[in-house]
């Protein structure tokens, strides 16, 4: 089945330490995004990358990082200086970043509880 | 400041009626526009899309409707299904946005009720 994966779906921290949510796409997609949503609150990009080995940053990048080494994996870091991390993560793929190929397909989400 | 707005938080209709979700945006470099359907604790799906230079699309129950001149864009359901409550979120994309990644609205809770 082609899809994207994340995992875990639940995952709990201790404050002041790094997490990595994973996602991976076996779509052949060449983009890919992180975003995160809050309560009432829309989806929210976090960063995206339209090519292997490249990844921009997007509205709310503090406190994260990504990398993009492969053209099917964009893990997130979620790191000690994001202030509130606590959240609903997000990962998509899209086959380009135009037009109709903007059109995103989202993984199943990972709850991120920091206690 | 929004980008992309849709300005009713939720939505309660009865089965079989007609469900209208709008959605307006401020920028007129937009020219993709997407509708997606949330469950809680699951990712979006995509739903129904429109390009600018078209006024309407349709899909089975769903019809995506667009105003340029208004800059605003509907989504209508008919008719309306108990398994079609769930957050809407309307989106959009184009060169004026941020690089062709899309915008989202913060979403409108639909209820259907039996």
């Known amino acids: 089945d082609g899809g994207i994966t994340q995992s875990p779906k639940y995952l709990f921290r201790k404050e002041g330490q790094n997490v990595t949510l994973s996602c991976e796409q076996n779509l052949n997609h060449d983009a890919m995004y992180w975003y995160r949503q809050d309560p009432g609150q829309g989806l929210r990009l976090i960063y995206y990358?339209?090519?292997?080995?490249?990844?921009q940053k997007g509205d709310i990048a503090e406190g994260y990082s990504v990398s993009r080494e492969k053209k099917e994996s964009f893990p997130l870091t979620v790191t000690s200086a994001q202030k509130n991390p606590t959240a609903f993560y997000l990962c998509?793929?899209?086959?380009?970043?135009?037009?109709?190929?903007?059109?995103?397909?989202f993984g199943p989400g990972t709850r991120l509880t920091v206690l | 400041d929004q980008q992309v707005k849709q300005n009713s938080p939720s939505l309660s209709v009865q089965e079989g009626r007609i469900s209208i979700l709008n959605c307006d945006y401020t920028?007129?470099?937009?020219?993709?526009f997407l509708w997606y359907k949330k469950y809680p604790a699951e990712g979006p799906t995509f739903l129904i899309s429109?390009?600018?230079?078209?006024d309407k699309n349709e899909d089975g129950r769903f019809t995506v409707f667009l105003n340029k001149s208004a800059k605003h864009l509907s989504l209508h359901i008919v008719p309306s299904q108990p398994g079609d409550s769930a957050v809407y979120f309307c989106?959009?994309?184009?060169?004026?946005?941020?690089?062709?990644?899309?915008?989202f609205g913060k979403g409108t809770k639909l209820s259907v009720k039996p």
């Open positions: 998509a793929s899209s086959p380009g970043w135009q037009g109709s190929l903007i059109e995103q397909f």
């Open positions: 429109i390009s600018s230079i078209k």
């Open positions: 989106a959009a994309s184009g060169y004026g946005g941020s690089q062709g990644n899309l915008i």
């Open positions: 920028n007129s470099m937009f020219d993709y």
């Open positions: 990358s339209q090519i292997v080995n490249d990844f």
